[in-house]
Structure formats: structure tokens, C-alpha cells
């Protein structure tokens, strides 16, 4: 068993920057490949990025790709998402989820995939 927790989220202006956190307690984060997704007002949980166990293979979505980065660090336990060039349309509730892989090399992109979730963060860009 392991709890997320994110934090970071917030209000911002179109074209600022956010940095989500992650922060897992019960297990060691090294245990789990984590992704961040987001979950806009009346639509389905989207994928946003992904990161394997100790960061090897990372993986974004079409829509965030050159403007967020996920991170990790281990040894504190915590998950970060870098998000700048932030847009209106990037508003959502984002949540991070963990997975124990199937090896040290596995991401995820599909939410079911994953076991434990975050109760997430909010974050709203103004125009």
C-alpha cells in the first residue's frame, strides 16, 4: 500500500509555469513506475506523462510534450511535474498514480493500468 499525495497546484496565467509534487508515503517511490494524468470539467481522465521506476524511460502525451516534464527522486520519495507554456485548456484537476511495473524499463499511459491514485490538485490557467 502506498499514499500520494500532490501538491502545487494553483491559479496562473496563461504562458506561466506550475511545478506539481508528488509526495508517496508507505512504500518507497523506487517500487513504482508514476504517471500524472488530468482531468478537465465533464471529461474522461486524460494521460499527460509517465516515468519508469528510476526514471529511464519517461513518456508524454501529444498535448504536453515540450512543455511539461516529469521527474523523480527517489530517495525523497517524490514525483514532480514541470509544467510550463501553460494554456486555458491545460485547467484541470491533475492526479498522480503509481504502478508496480513489470520491469525497471515499463511506463504506462492507460489510468487502469494503474493501482494507487493521488486525490489530486487543481490547477486553473486564466487567459
Known amino acids: 500500500q502506498v499514499q500520494l499525495v500532490e501538491s502545487g497546484g494553483g491559479l496562473v496565467q496563461a504562458g506561466g509555469s506550475l511545478r506539481l509534487s508528488c509526495t508517496a508515503s508507505?512504500?518507497?517511490?523506487?517500487?513504482?513506475?508514476m504517471g500524472w494524468f488530468r482531468q478537465a470539467p465533464g471529461k474522461d481522465r486524460e494521460f499527460a506523462a509517465a516515468i519508469s521506476k528510476f526514471g529511464i524511460i519517461i513518456y508524454y502525451s501529444d498535448s504536453v510534450k515540450g512543455r511539461f516534464t516529469i521527474s523523480r527522486d527517489n530517495a525523497k520519495n517524490t514525483l514532480y511535474l514541470e509544467m510550463n507554456s501553460l494554456k486555458p485548456e491545460n485547467t484541470a484537476v491533475y492526479y498522480c498514480?503509481?504502478?508496480?511495473?513489470?520491469?525497471?524499463?515499463?511506463?504506462?499511459?492507460?489510468?487502469?493500468?494503474?493501482?494507487?491514485w493521488g486525490q489530486g490538485t487543481s490547477v486553473t490557467v486564466s487567459s
Open positions: 508507505g512504500r518507497t517511490l523506487s517500487s513504482f513506475a
Open positions: 498514480a503509481a504502478v508496480t511495473p513489470n520491469s525497471e524499463r515499463n511506463v504506462y499511459s492507460l489510468p487502469r493500468t494503474y493501482t494507487y
